[in-house]
């Protein structure tokens, strides 16, 4: 044994304050309205301080956001994070909270990506990284995941990201009430609808061949969807969890070549179909309009799993919102991405890619074609307009392809200069008509009702 290294590590816990270790070791997880305990924030980064404590910040709103370098929503929300913290200068604490993760390991992960700057990280705000001592305060299952500490010291909310905006923070600091959804983790508390699912067996040899169940979405209970084999009672079962009455349409409607089904809403309900823009009124729209569904078949039935999941959210919707839903065709004004047959973008498989979004520039490096069309979707397509993207190059019919490409604007609604840029890598994008099949969404007559 290396009784030398021993010594010095003995040597070095000493060392430590012991009021620092007790109050570590006696860490409790805390509610709405305790006290926070003095703790420091370990493995800084963007700080003048290198183990700067919570009472550093005594007089300001203390924001702890908890994060994971697998979480996109997370990630992109750190402008936003950014903004407020310019916005509200002194009065208000930002912190990025990863206790899982080294700032080393996030590095090997995203280090490759445009918003990542060496020794600052993801974004320029103070972090925290691998301090299993927050998360012990503030356990959770989920991310993000926003604590509000007020100019006290005191837990003021345990919420949800999109919680944290400019309307709430100046509430607060005007001296109004603010009262936050309070985001719960179900699992943390021994329940998870996953495992659990929505029918509860009476007998143990009792066994269901064939079953569907809807359900009201239970807060805290997470969201997702899956399927699970049980080779006992040969069933399949799928599951979709914490899904919008218009998610579950899409999942309904969904093929093999289009996993997200375009939706035409002819609805007066679709306030009621798709999540609110105002995300202040998200926490109470979520009570009424997220759905959990379960559909339990025999694996002979397997080839009929989306015929039933029709059936049954026709059914339910009916009964539910006074809607329908149907596959019909339309014609649209069509954006298409069109192959020069002369000249393909080379395939650049197996090289990390990402996409860098420049003043001016848009560049898509060893990026899958696929997501370069998607990326033209988020700003071209308004299926409710009757403006659609569509992919007619080809490239992704032998699985994927990854292409390396600059736009040379950063406004993709400019047209002719996105062709430019598309036309020197042997592609093009042409303003043309398609007729779409897509699922219209529509009130039933009050006489079916």
Not at 37 to 46: A, C, K, V
Not at 138 to 151: E, G, Y
Not at 168 to 181: A, D, F, M, W
Request: with cysteine; proline share 4%; hydrophobic share 35%.
């Amino acid at each position: 044994m290396n009784f030398r290294f021993l010594y010095c590590l003995l040597a070095l816990i000493c060392c430590l304050p012991v009021g620092l270790l007790a109050q570590r070791a006696s860490l409790r997880p805390l509610d709405i309205g305790d006290n926070v305990p003095d703790l420091p924030f370990q493995n800084i980064r963007n700080s003048n301080m290198q183990s700067p404590h919570l009472s550093d910040y005594k007089g300001k709103l203390v924001i702890l956001d908890f994060w994971a370098s697998n979480c996109a929503v997370c990630i992109g929300s750190f402008p936003a994070m950014e903004k407020l913290q310019e916005i509200f200068p002194g009065q208000i604490k930002i912190i990025l909270m990863n206790p899982s993760e080294t700032y080393d390991k996030v590095e090997s992960r995203l280090g490759h990506t445009p918003r990542f700057k060496k020794g600052s990280g993801l974004s320029t705000l103070m972090a925290s990284y691998h301090d299993a001592a927050w998360r012990s305060l503030f356990p959770h299952q989920s991310v993000p995941h926003h604590v509000w500490i007020d100019t006290a010291g005191k837990v003021l909310a345990i919420t949800s990201g999109y919680n944290t905006n400019a309307t709430n923070i100046r509430k607060y600091l005007s001296g109004q009430l603010v009262e936050l959804g309070r985001k719960r983790d179900l699992i943390l508390e021994g329940y998870s609808v996953n495992q659990a699912g929505l029918i509860e067996k009476t007998h143990p040899d009792q066994h269901f061949r064939m079953s569907s169940v809807f359900s009201d979405y239970v807060d805290g209970s997470g969201g997702g969807t899956g399927f699970k084999f049980d080779s006992t009672t040969r069933t399949i079962t799928y599951k979709y969890f914490g899904v919008t009455a218009g998610g579950l349409y899409q999942f309904a409607y969904r093929t093999a070549t289009e996993w997200k089904r375009r939706i035409l809403y002819e609805t007066s309900k679709q306030d009621r179909l798709q999540s609110p823009k105002d995300l202040s009124i998200l926490d109470e729209w979520e009570k009424k309009n997220v759905f959990n569904y379960e559909l339990r078949i025999p694996f002979e039935e397997e080839k009929n799993q989306y015929k039933y999941f029709r059936e049954d959210l026709n059914r339910y919707m009916a009964y539910k919102l006074g809607i329908t839903g149907s596959l019909q065709k339309r014609k649209m004004k069509a954006y298409v991405f069109v192959r020069n047959l002369e000249k393909a973008p080379a395939n650049e498989n197996g090289k990390k890619g990402y996409l860098d979004k420049q003043p001016g520039k848009l560049r898509f490096v060893n990026f899958n074609f696929s997501g370069v069309v998607e990326e033209f979707r988020k700003v071209l397509e308004n299926v409710q307009q009757g403006v659609v993207v569509l992919d007619e190059t080809g490239l992704m019919q032998y699985g994927n392809y990854f292409v390396s490409i600059t736009i040379e604007t950063g406004d993709l609604k400019n047209i002719d200069a996105v062709r430019k840029s598309l036309q020197r890598n042997g592609l093009d994008l042409l303003e043309t008509e398609r007729e779409i099949e897509l699922v219209v969404v529509k009130d039933l007559p009050k006489a079916d009702l």
